[in-house]
Protein backbone atom coordinates (compact mmCIF):
# COMPACT_ATOMS: atom_id res chain seq x y z
CA UNK A 1 0.00 0.00 0.00
CA UNK A 2 1.53 3.26 -0.43
CA UNK A 3 1.32 6.40 2.19
CA UNK A 4 -2.36 7.55 0.85
CA UNK A 5 -3.78 3.85 1.34
CA UNK A 6 -4.49 3.45 -2.58
CA UNK A 7 -3.03 0.41 -3.59
CA UNK A 8 -0.21 0.90 -6.74
CA UNK A 9 -0.82 -0.51 -10.10
CA UNK A 10 1.80 -3.47 -9.08
CA UNK A 11 0.01 -4.49 -6.29
CA UNK A 12 -3.03 -6.81 -5.51
CA UNK A 13 -5.55 -6.33 -3.37
CA UNK A 14 -7.14 -9.72 -2.76
CA UNK A 15 -10.35 -10.22 -1.29
CA UNK A 16 -11.80 -13.91 -0.16
CA UNK A 17 -14.60 -15.20 0.24
CA UNK A 18 -15.03 -18.40 2.14
CA UNK A 19 -17.32 -21.53 2.77
CA UNK A 20 -17.16 -22.90 6.02
CA UNK A 21 -17.66 -26.49 6.73
CA UNK A 22 -17.58 -29.12 9.88
CA UNK A 23 -14.23 -30.55 8.29
CA UNK A 24 -13.35 -28.25 5.28
CA UNK A 25 -13.31 -24.77 4.13
CA UNK A 26 -13.25 -23.78 0.49
CA UNK A 27 -11.57 -20.10 -0.14
CA UNK A 28 -11.93 -18.06 -3.49
CA UNK A 29 -9.71 -14.98 -4.07
CA UNK A 30 -10.90 -12.13 -6.13
CA UNK A 31 -8.04 -9.12 -7.10
CA UNK A 32 -9.49 -5.77 -6.88
CA UNK A 33 -10.91 -5.48 -10.47
CA UNK A 34 -13.23 -8.76 -9.41
CA UNK A 35 -10.70 -11.22 -11.58
CA UNK A 36 -10.92 -14.76 -9.54
CA UNK A 37 -7.19 -15.52 -8.80
CA UNK A 38 -7.39 -19.02 -7.29
CA UNK A 39 -9.47 -21.58 -5.36
CA UNK A 40 -8.22 -23.33 -2.42
CA UNK A 41 -9.45 -26.12 0.09
CA UNK A 42 -8.22 -26.38 4.13
CA UNK A 43 -9.10 -28.28 7.15
CA UNK A 44 -10.88 -26.71 9.84
CA UNK A 45 -7.40 -26.62 12.30
CA UNK A 46 -5.18 -24.58 13.46
CA UNK A 47 -2.76 -25.69 10.71
CA UNK A 48 -5.55 -25.16 7.90
CA UNK A 49 -5.60 -21.55 8.97
CA UNK A 50 -2.36 -20.50 9.37
CA UNK A 51 -2.43 -22.37 5.58
CA UNK A 52 -5.11 -20.41 3.73
CA UNK A 53 -4.02 -17.03 5.11
CA UNK A 54 -0.22 -17.70 3.58
CA UNK A 55 -2.24 -18.92 0.65
CA UNK A 56 -3.45 -15.45 0.13
CA UNK A 57 -0.37 -13.76 0.80
CA UNK A 58 1.07 -15.35 -2.34
CA UNK A 59 -1.42 -13.83 -4.49
CA UNK A 60 -1.20 -10.47 -3.03
CA UNK A 61 -2.22 -8.43 0.27
CA UNK A 62 -4.85 -9.59 1.94
CA UNK A 63 -7.92 -7.09 1.84
CA UNK A 64 -10.92 -8.48 3.48
CA UNK A 65 -12.36 -12.08 4.34
CA UNK A 66 -16.28 -12.89 3.52
CA UNK A 67 -17.40 -15.90 5.86
CA UNK A 68 -20.28 -17.76 5.70
CA UNK A 69 -20.92 -18.64 9.27
CA UNK A 70 -18.95 -16.86 12.02
CA UNK A 71 -20.78 -17.87 14.82
CA UNK A 72 -20.82 -21.88 13.78
CA UNK A 73 -18.80 -23.83 11.19
CA UNK A 74 -16.46 -20.43 10.89
CA UNK A 75 -16.34 -18.99 14.50
CA UNK A 76 -12.42 -20.57 14.49
CA UNK A 77 -11.44 -19.44 11.59
CA UNK A 78 -13.06 -15.69 12.10
CA UNK A 79 -11.07 -15.54 15.63
CA UNK A 80 -7.73 -16.66 13.89
CA UNK A 81 -8.07 -13.99 11.02
CA UNK A 82 -9.21 -11.52 13.78
CA UNK A 83 -6.02 -11.76 16.00
CA UNK A 84 -3.87 -12.07 12.86
CA UNK A 85 -5.39 -8.13 12.22
CA UNK A 86 -7.55 -9.42 9.10
CA UNK A 87 -10.91 -7.82 8.83
CA UNK A 88 -13.91 -10.15 8.87
CA UNK A 89 -17.10 -9.62 6.97
CA UNK A 90 -20.03 -11.58 8.10
CA UNK A 91 -21.80 -12.97 4.62
CA UNK A 92 -25.44 -14.99 4.77
CA UNK A 93 -25.44 -17.79 1.90
CA UNK A 94 -26.63 -16.87 -1.22
CA UNK A 95 -30.22 -16.97 -2.29
CA UNK A 96 -31.91 -19.59 -4.28
CA UNK A 97 -31.87 -16.26 -7.20
CA UNK A 98 -28.32 -16.04 -6.78
CA UNK A 99 -27.56 -19.85 -6.91
CA UNK A 100 -29.57 -19.54 -10.17
CA UNK A 101 -27.77 -16.99 -11.73
CA UNK A 102 -24.83 -18.49 -10.49
CA UNK A 103 -25.39 -21.85 -12.70
CA UNK A 104 -25.56 -24.17 -9.95
CA UNK A 105 -23.92 -24.69 -6.49
CA UNK A 106 -21.23 -26.23 -5.33
CA UNK A 107 -18.27 -25.08 -2.42
CA UNK A 108 -16.51 -22.94 -4.89
CA UNK A 109 -19.57 -21.31 -6.75
CA UNK A 110 -20.61 -20.45 -2.96
CA UNK A 111 -16.70 -19.46 -1.42
CA UNK A 112 -17.11 -17.09 -4.59
CA UNK A 113 -20.25 -15.38 -4.15
CA UNK A 114 -18.98 -14.39 -1.22
CA UNK A 115 -16.19 -12.63 -2.38
CA UNK A 116 -18.53 -10.58 -4.69
CA UNK A 117 -20.94 -9.70 -2.16
CA UNK A 118 -18.18 -8.33 0.12
CA UNK A 119 -16.46 -6.01 -3.02
CA UNK A 120 -19.51 -4.89 -4.00
CA UNK A 121 -20.21 -3.74 -0.44
CA UNK A 122 -23.96 -5.54 -0.47
CA UNK A 123 -22.84 -7.36 2.62
CA UNK A 124 -20.74 -5.03 5.35
CA UNK A 125 -21.66 -6.72 8.60
CA UNK A 126 -18.33 -6.67 10.69
CA UNK A 127 -18.04 -10.24 12.64
CA UNK A 128 -18.66 -10.94 16.19
CA UNK A 129 -15.11 -11.53 17.91
CA UNK A 130 -16.52 -13.80 19.92
CA UNK A 131 -13.21 -13.70 22.22
CA UNK A 132 -14.66 -12.49 25.28
CA UNK A 133 -17.14 -13.14 28.70
CA UNK A 134 -19.88 -12.33 26.04
CA UNK A 135 -19.10 -15.72 24.03
CA UNK A 136 -18.76 -16.99 27.70
CA UNK A 137 -21.79 -16.48 28.59
CA UNK A 138 -23.44 -17.75 24.95
CA UNK A 139 -21.88 -20.88 25.66
CA UNK A 140 -22.69 -21.17 29.48
CA UNK A 141 -26.49 -20.57 27.92
CA UNK A 142 -26.33 -23.37 25.87
CA UNK A 143 -25.67 -25.85 28.40
CA UNK A 144 -28.41 -23.82 30.99
CA UNK A 145 -31.43 -24.17 28.03
CA UNK A 146 -30.77 -27.64 27.94
CA UNK A 147 -30.89 -27.89 31.87
CA UNK A 148 -34.28 -25.97 32.01
CA UNK A 149 -35.79 -28.35 29.27
CA UNK A 150 -34.29 -31.54 31.00
CA UNK A 151 -35.78 -30.02 34.80
CA UNK A 152 -39.47 -29.45 32.93
CA UNK A 153 -39.41 -32.91 31.24
CA UNK A 154 -38.13 -34.50 34.89
CA UNK A 155 -41.65 -32.37 36.77
CA UNK A 156 -43.74 -33.21 33.78
CA UNK A 157 -43.10 -36.92 34.70
CA UNK A 158 -43.31 -36.59 37.96
CA UNK A 159 -46.91 -35.75 37.80
CA UNK A 160 -47.50 -38.16 35.38
CA UNK A 161 -45.86 -40.92 37.57
CA UNK A 162 -48.20 -39.74 40.58
CA UNK A 163 -51.18 -40.00 38.43
CA UNK A 164 -51.09 -43.96 38.01
CA UNK A 165 -49.57 -45.25 41.23
CA UNK A 166 -51.67 -47.09 43.43
CA UNK A 167 -54.37 -45.10 45.22
CA UNK A 168 -53.02 -44.90 48.52
CA UNK A 169 -49.82 -43.01 47.57
CA UNK A 170 -51.26 -40.97 44.72
CA UNK A 171 -53.58 -40.05 47.41
CA UNK A 172 -50.48 -38.73 49.82
CA UNK A 173 -48.57 -37.19 46.84
CA UNK A 174 -51.69 -35.52 44.43
CA UNK A 175 -52.24 -32.21 46.22
CA UNK A 176 -48.35 -31.73 47.18
CA UNK A 177 -46.50 -28.78 45.24
CA UNK A 178 -43.76 -29.29 43.34
CA UNK A 179 -41.10 -28.44 45.12
CA UNK A 180 -42.88 -30.54 48.05
CA UNK A 181 -43.17 -33.66 45.84
CA UNK A 182 -39.70 -33.55 44.71
CA UNK A 183 -38.58 -33.26 48.03
CA UNK A 184 -40.77 -36.32 49.23
CA UNK A 185 -39.76 -38.46 46.65
CA UNK A 186 -36.62 -37.88 46.84
CA UNK A 187 -36.43 -39.78 50.32
CA UNK A 188 -38.06 -42.42 49.05
CA UNK A 189 -36.65 -45.91 50.00
CA UNK A 190 -38.06 -48.20 47.18
CA UNK A 191 -35.94 -51.07 48.38
CA UNK A 192 -36.61 -54.08 46.46
CA UNK A 193 -38.98 -53.79 43.53
CA UNK A 194 -41.12 -56.65 43.39
CA UNK A 195 -44.80 -54.36 43.94
CA UNK A 196 -45.88 -51.91 41.66
CA UNK A 197 -46.07 -49.53 44.30
CA UNK A 198 -42.81 -50.31 44.64
CA UNK A 199 -41.62 -49.51 41.14
CA UNK A 200 -43.37 -46.27 41.10
CA UNK A 201 -41.73 -44.89 44.22
CA UNK A 202 -38.17 -46.03 42.75
CA UNK A 203 -39.63 -44.47 39.48
CA UNK A 204 -40.32 -41.27 41.73
CA UNK A 205 -37.34 -41.22 43.49
CA UNK A 206 -35.38 -41.51 40.08
CA UNK A 207 -36.89 -38.24 38.66
CA UNK A 208 -36.86 -36.31 42.11
CA UNK A 209 -33.15 -36.89 42.33
CA UNK A 210 -32.77 -35.89 38.59
CA UNK A 211 -34.71 -32.65 39.05
CA UNK A 212 -32.78 -31.70 42.47
CA UNK A 213 -29.59 -32.52 40.01
CA UNK A 214 -30.40 -30.24 37.24
CA UNK A 215 -31.61 -27.64 39.50
CA UNK A 216 -27.90 -27.24 41.11
CA UNK A 217 -26.34 -27.60 38.04
CA UNK A 218 -28.52 -24.61 36.40
CA UNK A 219 -28.40 -23.03 39.70
CA UNK A 220 -24.00 -23.04 39.51
CA UNK A 221 -24.54 -22.01 35.82
CA UNK A 222 -26.46 -19.26 36.92
CA UNK A 223 -23.86 -18.20 39.02
CA UNK A 224 -20.93 -17.78 36.45
CA UNK A 225 -23.56 -16.19 33.82
CA UNK A 226 -24.17 -13.36 36.43
CA UNK A 227 -20.57 -13.06 37.16
CA UNK A 228 -19.59 -12.81 33.58
CA UNK A 229 -22.42 -10.37 32.82
CA UNK A 230 -21.24 -7.94 35.68
CA UNK A 231 -18.12 -8.37 33.89
CA UNK A 232 -18.92 -7.78 30.45
CA UNK A 233 -21.61 -4.88 30.95
CA UNK A 234 -21.60 -3.32 34.30
CA UNK A 235 -23.36 0.01 33.24
CA UNK A 236 -26.09 -2.45 31.42
CA UNK A 237 -26.70 -4.52 34.48
CA UNK A 238 -27.17 -1.01 36.22
CA UNK A 239 -30.47 -0.76 34.43
CA UNK A 240 -33.77 -1.34 36.81
CA UNK A 241 -35.51 -4.25 35.92
CA UNK A 242 -33.00 -5.69 33.42
CA UNK A 243 -32.25 -9.64 35.48
CA UNK A 244 -29.13 -11.55 34.41
CA UNK A 245 -31.17 -14.00 31.71
CA UNK A 246 -32.53 -10.29 29.89
CA UNK A 247 -28.65 -9.04 30.08
CA UNK A 248 -27.35 -12.48 28.71
CA UNK A 249 -29.82 -12.44 25.93
CA UNK A 250 -29.08 -8.64 24.96
CA UNK A 251 -25.01 -9.15 25.43
CA UNK A 252 -25.30 -12.35 22.93
CA UNK A 253 -27.16 -10.74 20.67
CA UNK A 254 -24.61 -7.87 20.29
CA UNK A 255 -21.47 -9.85 20.81
CA UNK A 256 -18.27 -8.86 22.52
CA UNK A 257 -17.63 -5.77 20.26
CA UNK A 258 -20.84 -4.45 19.95
CA UNK A 259 -19.21 -1.14 18.71
CA UNK A 260 -19.15 -3.33 15.00
CA UNK A 261 -22.98 -1.65 15.16
CA UNK A 262 -22.92 1.69 13.37
CA UNK A 263 -25.68 3.15 15.82
CA UNK A 264 -28.35 2.53 17.73
CA UNK A 265 -30.71 2.01 14.97
CA UNK A 266 -28.75 -0.79 13.68
CA UNK A 267 -28.52 -2.62 17.13
CA UNK A 268 -32.89 -2.25 17.10
CA UNK A 269 -33.13 -3.40 13.49
CA UNK A 270 -30.78 -6.77 15.16
CA UNK A 271 -33.10 -7.30 17.58
CA UNK A 272 -36.19 -6.95 15.46
CA UNK A 273 -37.78 -3.84 17.43
CA UNK A 274 -37.51 -1.14 14.69
CA UNK A 275 -40.29 -0.86 12.22
CA UNK A 276 -39.63 -1.68 8.59
CA UNK A 277 -40.86 0.93 6.19
CA UNK A 278 -43.90 -0.37 3.83
CA UNK A 279 -44.86 2.26 2.05
CA UNK A 280 -45.70 2.23 -1.64
CA UNK A 281 -47.59 4.71 -3.94
CA UNK A 282 -49.83 7.18 -1.58
CA UNK A 283 -49.74 4.49 1.16
CA UNK A 284 -47.16 5.79 3.70
CA UNK A 285 -46.55 3.20 6.31
CA UNK A 286 -44.35 1.29 8.72
CA UNK A 287 -44.95 -2.69 9.24
CA UNK A 288 -44.08 -4.64 12.08
CA UNK A 289 -40.46 -6.04 12.06
CA UNK A 290 -40.68 -9.60 12.01
CA UNK A 291 -36.95 -10.60 11.63
CA UNK A 292 -33.74 -9.93 14.01
CA UNK A 293 -32.61 -11.91 17.10
CA UNK A 294 -35.94 -13.07 18.67
CA UNK A 295 -34.02 -13.98 22.21
CA UNK A 296 -32.77 -10.41 22.40
CA UNK A 297 -36.72 -9.33 21.20
CA UNK A 298 -38.25 -11.33 23.80
CA UNK A 299 -35.79 -9.85 26.67
CA UNK A 300 -36.90 -6.57 25.20
CA UNK A 301 -40.12 -7.08 25.47
CA UNK A 302 -40.10 -8.01 28.84
CA UNK A 303 -38.57 -5.30 29.89
CA UNK A 304 -41.17 -3.08 28.53
CA UNK A 305 -43.97 -5.19 30.18
CA UNK A 306 -41.84 -4.49 33.25
CA UNK A 307 -41.41 -1.48 32.53
CA UNK A 308 -44.96 -0.43 32.11
CA UNK A 309 -45.73 -2.26 35.43
CA UNK A 310 -43.68 0.83 37.45
CA UNK A 311 -42.17 3.37 35.73
CA UNK A 312 -44.39 6.61 35.75
CA UNK A 313 -42.81 7.73 32.71
CA UNK A 314 -43.93 4.65 30.95
CA UNK A 315 -47.38 4.40 32.50
CA UNK A 316 -47.47 8.35 31.28
CA UNK A 317 -46.26 7.24 27.85
CA UNK A 318 -48.80 4.41 27.43
CA UNK A 319 -51.36 6.65 28.63
CA UNK A 320 -50.91 9.10 26.49
CA UNK A 321 -50.85 6.90 23.36
CA UNK A 322 -54.04 4.82 24.74
CA UNK A 323 -55.38 8.70 24.02
CA UNK A 324 -54.67 8.62 20.47
CA UNK A 325 -56.10 5.58 19.91
CA UNK A 326 -52.98 2.90 20.02
CA UNK A 327 -53.28 -0.26 21.39
CA UNK A 328 -51.50 -1.64 24.34
CA UNK A 329 -49.10 -4.23 21.69
CA UNK A 330 -48.71 -1.12 19.74
CA UNK A 331 -47.50 0.96 23.00
CA UNK A 332 -45.31 -2.12 23.66
CA UNK A 333 -43.94 -2.24 20.69
CA UNK A 334 -42.88 1.50 20.80
CA UNK A 335 -41.39 0.96 24.11
CA UNK A 336 -39.21 -1.71 22.94
CA UNK A 337 -37.62 0.50 20.32
CA UNK A 338 -36.94 3.08 22.97
CA UNK A 339 -35.74 0.54 25.12
CA UNK A 340 -33.31 -0.74 22.73
CA UNK A 341 -31.54 2.71 22.69
CA UNK A 342 -30.77 2.63 26.10
CA UNK A 343 -29.43 -0.47 26.05
CA UNK A 344 -27.05 0.07 23.60
CA UNK A 345 -25.52 2.93 25.09
CA UNK A 346 -25.40 1.16 28.57
CA UNK A 347 -23.34 -1.52 25.37
CA UNK A 348 -21.21 1.15 24.00
CA UNK A 349 -20.08 2.82 27.12
CA UNK A 350 -19.22 -0.18 28.77
CA UNK A 351 -15.65 -0.45 27.51
CA UNK A 352 -14.26 2.87 27.40
CA UNK A 353 -11.64 1.87 24.50
CA UNK A 354 -14.58 1.42 22.13
CA UNK A 355 -14.93 3.75 19.68
CA UNK A 356 -17.56 5.67 18.82
CA UNK A 357 -20.46 4.68 15.90
CA UNK A 358 -19.02 5.59 12.79
CA UNK A 359 -22.48 6.74 11.90
CA UNK A 360 -24.63 8.10 14.29
CA UNK A 361 -27.77 8.96 13.39
CA UNK A 362 -30.15 11.72 15.40
CA UNK A 363 -32.50 10.45 18.27
CA UNK A 364 -35.68 9.70 18.27
CA UNK A 365 -37.80 9.81 20.67
CA UNK A 366 -40.18 7.16 21.99
CA UNK A 367 -43.25 8.71 19.66
CA UNK A 368 -41.58 8.84 16.97
CA UNK A 369 -41.60 5.15 16.58
CA UNK A 370 -44.54 3.81 14.50
CA UNK A 371 -46.06 0.09 14.20
Same mark, same amino acid.
Given at each position: ????GVARVDEVLVTVGIDT? /???? @??????????? #?? @????????????????????????????????????????????? &?????? =???????????????????????? !? %???????? /???????????? =????? #????????????????????? @????????????? +?? #?????????????? *??? /???LEAAARLALKSLAVRY &? &?????????????????????????QIKGVGVDTAAALLVA???????????????????????????????? $???????? +????? !????? !??????????? &???? %?? +????????? =?? /????????? +?????????? $?? %???? *????? *??????????
Amino acid at each position: MSKAGVARVDEVLVTVGIDTH /VDVH @VAVALDQFGRK #LD @VISVATTGHGHRALLEWVRTLGIPHRFGVEGTGAYGAGLTRYLRR &QGMEVV =EVIRPSRQTRRRAGGKNDAIDAEA !A %ARAVQAGT /VMGQAKSQDGPV =EMIRT #LRLARRSAMKARTQAANQLHA @VVVTTPQELRDRL +RK #LALADLVATAARFR *PGC /VNSLEAAARLALKSLAVRY &Q &QLAREIAALDLQIDRLAHQAAPELMQIKGVGVDTAAALLVAAGDNPQRLRSEASFAHMCGVAPIPASSGKTNR $NRLNRGGN +REANR !ALYML !AINRLSYDPRA &QAYA %AR +RTAEGKTKS =EI /VRCLKRYLA +REVFKALIST $NS %AAPA *PSHPR *PALRPHDTTT
